[in-house]
């Protein structure tokens, strides 16, 4: 594909994504490509190209004589990054925001009760690495700064676990947490307690205290529904 078609191809996902998890399109709408190809003013391999992407996201199924069916949202892949990125930028936002956050709550307490088992030294100072990044970048309203540091700290909590099904988690974590900055669900600086407890979470990972880590990473997670409560009602 050549630049130009990777350009269009992100174009038309890019509009028909959201479009679809946003609702434009309900369940059982059937799209036709040559209508889109017309519509988004792009080729016919452009458009199926993309219709192939939406469907192994589970969004659309591509039938010959009927066209492309919107699938009912318990069919989609609500794993994939890209469709929690659409969800999220969509009206549905509080409920997806609130969806992830309650997936977190059960994830990560246990992860990190892991992760102080069987961290690695190098992922211990990963940790308390990001950690002193998010207190470095938590005043000033440096929120991208912040952002990266508590990105790598939850993905590393994760990879930690030793478990690889928690550690491809990773990715949602990222999105959720990616997601809940750029749609200002958030305070403009934040909450110290909260940076607080993850540097408490680097401490007991690093001395190994596994009832610790998960206590304060549940505490972490419940705060972040307190401030959806808030934020996103």
């Given at each position: 594909?050549?630049?130009?078609?990777?350009?269009?191809?992100?174009?038309?996902?890019?509009?028909?994504?959201?479009?679809?998890?946003?609702?434009?399109?309900?369940?059982?709408?059937?799209?036709?490509?040559?209508?889109?190809?017309?519509?988004?003013?792009?080729?016919?391999?452009?458009?199926?190209?993309a219709v192939r992407v939406?469907?192994?996201?589970?969004?659309?199924?591509?039938?010959?004589?009927?066209?492309?069916?919107?699938?009912?949202?318990?069919?989609?892949?609500?794993?994939?990054?890209?469709?929690?990125?659409?969800?999220?930028?969509?009206?549905?936002?509080?409920?997806?925001?609130?969806?992830?956050?309650?997936?977190?709550?059960?994830?990560?307490?246990?992860?990190?009760?892991?992760?102080?088992?069987?961290?690695?030294?190098?992922?211990?100072?990963?940790?308390?690495?990001?950690?002193?990044?998010?207190?470095?970048?938590?005043?000033?309203?440096?929120?991208?700064?912040?952002?990266?540091?508590?990105?790598?700290?939850?993905?590393?909590?994760l990879r930690a676990s030793?478990?690889?099904?928690?550690?491809?988690?990773?990715?949602?974590?990222?999105?959720?947490?990616?997601?809940?900055?750029?749609?200002?669900?958030?305070?403009?600086?934040?909450?110290?307690?909260?940076?607080?407890?993850?540097?408490?979470?680097?401490?007991?990972?690093?001395?190994?205290?596994?009832?610790?880590?998960?206590?304060?990473?549940?505490?972490?997670?419940?705060?972040?529904?307190?401030?959806?409560?808030?934020?996103?009602?």
């Amino acid at each position: 594909m050549t630049a130009q078609a990777r350009g269009l191809h992100a174009r038309v996902l890019d509009t028909l994504g959201p479009a679809i998890t946003g609702g434009e399109y309900p369940p059982g709408s059937v799209l036709r490509t040559d209508e889109l190809s017309q519509e988004f003013e792009v080729s016919r391999s452009v458009m199926r190209e993309a219709v192939r992407v939406l469907e192994s996201m589970h969004l659309v199924e591509s039938r010959r004589r009927v066209g492309v069916t919107v699938l009912p949202t318990a069919e989609w892949n609500v794993y994939d990054p890209q469709v929690i990125r659409w969800r999220l930028a969509g009206a549905d936002r509080p409920r997806q925001l609130r969806s992830l956050t309650v997936l977190r709550s059960a994830v990560e307490p246990t992860a990190a009760g892991l992760a102080a088992r069987y961290a690695t030294a190098e992922q211990c100072a990963a940790l308390t690495e990001c950690a002193i990044g998010m207190v470095a970048n938590s005043r000033g309203q440096r929120l991208e700064g912040y952002l990266l540091h508590d990105i790598e700290f939850h993905r590393t909590i994760l990879r930690a676990s030793g478990n690889e099904m928690f550690a491809r988690l990773g990715d949602v974590v990222a999105e959720v947490l990616t997601g809940r900055t750029h749609h200002q669900v958030m305070f403009e600086e934040p909450d110290p307690a909260a940076v607080t407890l993850h540097v408490k979470v680097a401490e007991a990972v690093r001395e190994r205290n596994a009832v610790r880590a998960e206590e304060l990473t549940r505490e972490i997670t419940i705060g972040a529904l307190e401030e959806l409560n808030v934020l996103a009602p």
